[in-house]
């Protein structure tokens, strides 16, 4: 039994020859299509995505170049191996120049054309893989980011990202809008077997409705005004990975039946095009709104619901999630200027309505105005009136968080004997502020 599973289109008019084909290929686990004439082939590559086409050199109608061309123009990811009784060297170096992968003479034992189908298989895959990496690194240029976090409701979340990643089963993220939901779906890719390629990402809100459909299925070319070359789809940038479909509450209840024949069967066609194409790809789903009330609505299918939502994540708030925010804003501070003591005290005071993409920005923001002690003056208005008054109603809470900071780097450091350059590696400062929070809370090493 062959390890991996090809589509494979021969086109050969010797019956007896591809019968032995057929029954050699599908006995090893193998999908199989056949013609007998070079112009079936070709509408045979123009409706389903091959891997392999097995082409015979000498046909009736359309053969040879020609058809080595047409196929080459309604599929050009397909791999091609020519099969000929009469192999001349001039057809085999004009064959491999137009990009065949083989070219192999008659008589010869099946074994010997799986297996180069199988090399043919290995190129595909290669020369695809090229692609997505150019298709990721175009639309995004930043690394990825990390969870920071030690309060229960995220170390909950953390634990769970542990169990669900290793499936290849969909995930839905549900959480407000800046609660770190693309962090959650890059840590379940990093910890899937597909976690060697790039996540590859779409944000549904982003996009206007008229462009969803192409920028998640693709186009050909001349499919709409304005389509002026082939563009292939976000589910064939990630084939092999994971697509992370970011307020999938946004999709268009037009286009929700063909993601959820993707999710059924892993089938989808580019828009203007005929071509089955199959891809494999895991869906983490995120979305800031109760999926259940817009099916109520009608404006989510209840099919595609249940679909995405055999796995879910809860992201907490950063407003329920205790001391990370004392944790997050000395991460983000970095090694900027120093805070002082009422300027923490409003950034603790506050909910946080916008939550962590509020908080970076608040930072970000204090960063610029600030010299080298950010003050309650270099953050925005709603943070005034809680500095004094949250000083003055809360001290117990801010020694709180202060200690629990103060045990947490002491541990910290306790776990990596001292080493200070691990220390701050793990609680996501440089060294030299380090230096200066273990000097605030009076921490020797």
Known sequence: MAKTALDILFVDDDSDFAAGCIRWFQKNGHRVAHTTRGQDGVAQCEKLDFDISVLDWNLPGLCGLELVQRIRDAAAETEIIILTGEGTIENAVESMRRGVFDFLSKPFPM????????????????????????????????????????????????????????????????????????????????????????????????????????????????????????????????????????????????????????????????????????????????????????????????????RINLLTVHLPPLRDRGDDVSVLIDHFLGNGPELEAEARTALLAYDWPGNIRQLVNTIERAKILADDLITIEDLPDEFQSLGSAGSAETPANEGSLMTLQREHIAEVLARENGNKSAAARILGVERRKLYRMMKQHGIEV
């Open 111 to 306: 074994a010997e054309l799986e297996r180069r189908c199988l090399g043919a298989l290995e190129r595909r895959k290669l020369r695809k893989e090229n692609t997505q990496l150019r298709e990721v690194i175009d639309r995004t240029k930043r690394p990825p980011a990390t969870m920071i976090g030690r309060s229960e409701p995220i170390q909950k979340i953390f634990r769970l990202i542990d169990r669900i990643a290793p499936t290849d089963k969909p995930v839905l993220i549900e959480g407000e809008s800046g609660t770190g939901k693309e962090l959650v779906a890059q840590g379940i890719h990093q910890g899937s077997p597909r976690g060697n390629r790039p996540m590859v990402t779409v944000n549904c809100a982003a996009l206007p409705e008229q462009l969803v459909e192409s920028e998640l299925f693709g186009h050909e070319q001349g499919s709409f005004t304005g389509a002026t070359a082939a563009k292939p789809g976000l589910f064939e940038v990630a084939d092999g990975s994971t697509l992370f479909i970011d307020e999938v509450g946004e999709l268009p209840l037009a286009l929700q039946p063909k993601l959820l024949r993707v999710l059924e069967d892993g089938s989808m066609r580019r828009i203007g095009s005929e071509k089955e194409r199959r891809v494999d790809v895991r869906i983490v789903a995120a979305t800031n709104r109760s999926l259940k009330d817009e099916v109520a609505e009608g404006r989510f299918r209840e099919d595609l619901y249940y």
